[in-house]
């Protein structure tokens, strides 16, 4: 399906005051509340569009398979800063901007948003609209683009994104140390502080795993300061850790990721008999599995000074995002109308009622 048969498709239920449920490949369907409305899929809108190595942007439809994408990069030894989860194989990269997912680089190359150059999108109305560019700095004002990464669908149709793409390092190894939950904080946070090349840290309730990236020397000094053994298969770990491959997340319970403070202690952050944790950023990614009722794990989140989302499983027809003040549900509620007056896109996939 072209630009055109999607912007078609949204005219129509435009007129008709229908509710659409964008989809790509589908590998994320069960991220965001319960999903309504007649099907709109934009996986036919696929490829590169065009790739400046030198420039270090690479522009592609939404539905281009993430896979397509890290080929490509590969072959310039370039990559995707921010580490994306694929979870599938078919995972879109329009699938992944929607979701504003991040890897376990995330808190030390950034997050999805803050490579997004510029989209191509089609709003509620049916307009085709473009935002932002090929250069990192190229808007003024508020910048769309960005907010379309996380935005599940609900602001328009994303046709088209430029990302920021970087160079892969030259060297990389993983490190491991014996720690509890209450020790992996501490040792974690105190890592943190300093100008190591430490890309990604993670603990399971038995160990520390340190993955530290960058010139062969370098990489050989930090390893030695951290201390520890080294784990042998790091790159298969990371990739299980991003893709919730580790037996923690193979798990019928509900799945929360809570975003607190890396150095957080609140006594409900401690793994018990109602909790099990898996600590991921360094301290600041803390997946949880728990019956535990929504409210309270909410409390716990904010309590901590960070919120909760309602990963997978449990009840997608109440809320699973973090609960806003009236002035963010406003400020939400005014973006939505301005991009989607009727509310036909994905109505109700971030919040009831909108």
């Known amino acids: 399906m072209g630009s055109s048969e999607i912007r078609q498709q949204i005219e129509d239920a435009f007129r008709g005051g229908r509710a659409l449920n964008i989809i790509g490949n589908g590998t994320k369907s069960w991220y965001g509340r319960e999903p309504l409305g007649e099907p709109l899929s934009v996986s036919a809108h696929s490829g590169i569009i065009s790739y400046q190595s030198t420039e270090l942007v690479i522009t592609a439809r939404a539905g281009t398979k993430l896979s397509e994408l890290a080929d490509a990069l590969d072959g310039h030894r370039q990559r995707l800063p921010f580490d994306p989860p694929y979870y599938g194989e078919d995972a879109t990269i329009g699938g992944t901007v929607a979701c504003g997912f991040s890897g376990p680089r995330r808190p030390y190359a950034g997050a999805c948003r803050d490579f997004v ?3 191509h999108m089609i709003n509620g109305r049916g307009e085709e609209m473009r935002f932002g560019g090929e250069v990192m700095k190229n808007v003024a004002g508020f910048d769309v683009s960005r907010a379309m990464a996380g935005s599940l669908g609900t602001l328009g149709v994303l046709l088209d994104v430029s990302l920021k793409v970087l160079p892969h390092r030259q060297a ?3 490190v491991m140390i014996e720690a509890g939950y209450i020790d992996a904080i501490r040792i974690m946070n105190r ?3 300093t100008p190591l090349p430490v890309t ?7 160990r520390v795993y340190f993955r530290i990236c960058g010139t062969e020397s370098a990489v050989r000094k930090s390893a030695a300061l951290i201390g520890g053994e080294i784990y ?4 298969n770990l990371w990739k299980d850790i991003r893709e919730h491959n580790l037996s923690f997340f193979d798990d019928l319970r509900p799945l929360w990721r809570l975003s607190v403070p890396s ?4 006594p409900l952050l401690a793994a018990s008999e109602d909790t099990d944790w898996f600590i991921g950023w360094g301290g600041a990614q803390r997946w949880l599995k728990s ?3 929504s409210e309270q794990i909410f409390a716990v989140a ?11 499983g449990g009840d997608r027809t109440a809320e699973i995002f973090a609960p806003l003040s009236d002035g963010e549900m406003k400020l939400h509620r005014q973006l939505k109308a301005a991009f989607d007056p009727k509310g036909i896109l994905n109505p109700g996939r971030m919040y009831g009622g909108i």
């Open 172 to 174: 990389e190894q993983t």
């Open 117 to 119: 150059l510029g989209c």
């Open 232 to 235: 042998v298969d790091g790159l």
């Open 291 to 293: 019956d535990l009722p």
């Open 263 to 266: 150095d957080a202690q609140h």
């Open 200 to 206: 990604a840290m993670a603990a399971d309730g038995e």
């Open 302 to 312: 904010s309590e901590a000074g960070g919120h909760a989302t309602l990963f997978r």
């Open 191 to 193: 890592w943190a502080g």
